[in-house]
């Protein structure tokens, strides 16, 4: 299916919003993409419809917790394989999705940055192929920002460590990160992974607020 099907067909949207359409299809061409769009303009889509195209595993990195459990929710209701993994759950809960990860069922898994770095969770992304990393909320990544979060840090490493060749696609996000943040974030890729972005700068601006 094209992204325009995925868009009308498991979404129900009709057409794409200003953005979205270049952003996906720079990931699905296997750009590396820097991405700035308003809150509220579809920035979970422009990773959601490659992770439908893409053959493995969509990998989100979140800082949001209930943002993780809405957009999963939102997911799971419209079919499709997604799930997380997060400080919120039991063990027992952390397991079931282990196991779906490890039987192929999933299509995305969100996790929070605290979470890449463990043991437990490189020995455990060994068994999935990865096709597509979204990093959401990538202002976060700043250590200048009123939410840097230090694990944030990691993400960039944790990839280095996953691979050493044949890097998948990977897309960072963020509604509001200013100049001084936007260079922080391409130095931090650049520096570790050698990634130089194809950029689109959406703006900050919400169509729909006075």
């Known amino acids: 299916m094209t992204a325009l099907n995925i868009l009308r067909s498991v979404f129900g949207y009709q057409s794409f919003r200003k953005g979205q359409e270049e952003v996906i299809h720079a990931a699905l061409s296997g750009q590396d993409a820097l991405v700035v769009m308003a809150t509220g303009n579809g920035k979970s889509l422009c990773y959601q419809i490659p992770a439908l195209c893409f053959p493995g595993l969509t990998l989100v990195i979140s800082p949001l917790i209930s943002l993780m459990k809405d ?16 400080s919120s759950q039991t063990p027992e809960q952390q397991q079931q999705v282990e196991n779906k990860l490890i039987s192929g069922q999933l299509k995305l898994l969100y996790v929070s940055p605290e979470k890449v770095m463990t043991n437990s969770f490189f020995q455990l992304i060994s068994y999935a192929q990865i096709s597509f990393i979204a990093i959401d909320e990538a202002h976060c990544i700043s250590q200048w920002g009123h939410d840097f979060r230090p694990d944030y840090l990691y993400a960039a490493k944790f990839i280095k460590k996953h691979y050493t060749d044949n890097l998948p696609a990977i897309s960072c996000f963020t509604a509001t990160a200013k100049p001084d943040v936007l ?21 900050h601006e919400r169509d729909n607020l006075d």
């Open 71 to 86: 957009q999963v929710d939102q997911l799971q209701a419209n079919g499709i394989e997604a799930d997380f993994l997060n």
């Open 183 to 203: 260079k922080e974030i391409r130095e931090h890729f650049q520096e570790n992974l050698g990634i130089t972005f194809h950029e689109f700068m959406g703006g």
